[in-house]
């Protein structure tokens, strides 16, 4: 059974982001897509930063990219759930 994580995947990336730890953001997205049976070498990850929304207490947000390498289209519903806010 999988460990309950009250932080969605975003804040977390967010937040490695924030200090400093970038470099480890990919190896949680390709967790992240194995937890959910997806094969990570299928997928380029990109990340942008982007301005938090006002009143977010924020700086800035990273939303994640997902780009299958065989050309096809992402699942809309894999890629809602890898920048879900809440």
């Known amino acids: ?30 967790d992240w897509l194995r937890e959910r049976n997806e094969d990570p070498s299928a997928y380029e990850i990109l990340f942008h930063q982007t301005p938090a929304p006002p009143g977010s207490g924020d700086v800035m947000v990273v939303e994640i990219e997902l780009r299958r390498k065989d050309g096809q289209p992402v699942d809309p519903w894999l890629q809602q759930e890898v920048n879900r806010h809440t």
């Open 1 to 30: 059974m999988p460990r309950f994580n009250p932080y969605t995947l975003q804040m977390q990336i967010t937040r490695m982001f924030e200090q400093g730890q970038s470099l480890f953001a990919t190896l949680k997205v390709q």
